[in-house]
C-alpha cells in the first residue's frame, strides 16, 4: 500500500504553546488529506477533510481557529494545535486519498500537553 | 443507532484458530467497505477494500460484503499471535469521508 508519514511521533509541549504536526504522502499525490483525533481505546474521530489548495472542511464542535489545517502541496499537510491546553492531548492521526478510493493512514502523533 | 456496529469485543482465539471479526451498517448508500489493523499506539493499516457485494481474499484474509443484509465480515485463517491488534471497518458512499466502526480487539493466544 502507499505510504503516509507524520513527523513528529511523539511531542510533549507546555500549556499555551503551538504545535505543528506534518503529515506527508510519501509515493502518492493525495488529493484529499483527513485529520483524526483517537483517545484511548477509541475508535477514530474526524476533525476535517482538507483538499490542497482549498480551505479544510471541519467537523461539528471542531474549533477552526485551534486547529489550523494547511494542505500546501499535494503531498504535505499540516496540523497546527495552536495555545495548547492539557485537553488537547490525544493521538493525532492523518490520512491521505489520492484518485483512488483507498485511504492510507500516517503512524499518528501522540501530543502531550503539559 | 449509529451508522456503523461493531462488537468491540475483547476477542481472544488460540493459535491457528479462524476468526471472524463482523460490522452491521444502516446507510445504504455505501459502497466502499474497507478493513484496517492498527496495533497500539500506531496509525491503522489497509487490510483489504471491497466494492459493492460479494467476497476477496488476500493471504489469510478474507472480506465478504452482504449488501442485502447491510453486513460486512473478515476473516483471518490460521490466526498468529502478530494478528493481535484491533480490527476497524470502514466505508463511504459518495462521500470524501469514511465513517468507521468502533474497531474490534482481537488477541491471538500463543
Known amino acids: 500500500g502507499a505510504v503516509v508519514s507524520q513527523h513528529p511521533s511523539r511531542v510533549i509541549c507546555k500549556s499555551g504553546t503551538s504545535v505543528k504536526i506534518e503529515c506527508r504522502s510519501l509515493?502518492?499525490?493525495?488529493?484529499?488529506m483527513f485529520w483524526y483525533r483517537q483517545f484511548p481505546k477509541q475508535s477514530l474521530m474526524l476533525m476535517a477533510t482538507s483538499n490542497e489548495g482549498s480551505k479544510a472542511t471541519y467537523e461539528q464542535g471542531v474549533e477552526k481557529d485551534k486547529f489550523l489545517i494547511n494542505h500546501a502541496s499535494l503531498t504535505l499537510s499540516t496540523l497546527t494545535v495552536t495555545s495548547a491546553h492539557p485537553e488537547d492531548s490525544s493521538f493525532y492521526i492523518c490520512s491521505a486519498r489520492g484518485t483512488g478510493v483507498e485511504q492510507f493512514f500516517g503512524p499518528g502523533t501522540r501530543l502531550t500537553v503539559l | 443507532q449509529k451508522e456503523v456496529e461493531q462488537d468491540p469485543g475483547p476477542l481472544s482465539v488460540p493459535e491457528g484458530a479462524i476468526v471472524s471479526l463482523n460490522c452491521t451498517y444502516s446507510n445504504s448508500a455505501f459502497q466502499y467497505f474497507m478493513w484496517y489493523r492498527q496495533y497500539s499506539r500506531k496509525g491503522p493499516e489497509l487490510l483489504m477494500y471491497?466494492?459493492?457485494?460479494g467476497n476477496k481474499e488476500d493471504g489469510r484474509f478474507t472480506a465478504q460484503v452482504d449488501k442485502s443484509s447491510k453486513y460486512i465480515s473478515l476473516f483471518i485463517r490460521d490466526s498468529q499471535p502478530s494478528d493481535s491488534a484491533t480490527y476497524l471497518c470502514?466505508?463511504?458512499?459518495?462521500?470524501?469521508?469514511?465513517?468507521f466502526g468502533s474497531g474490534t480487539q482481537l488477541t491471538v493466544l500463543p
Open positions: 470502514a466505508m463511504r458512499g459518495s462521500a470524501r469521508q469514511l465513517t
Open positions: 509515493d502518492f499525490q493525495a488529493t484529499t
Open positions: 471491497t466494492y459493492s457485494s
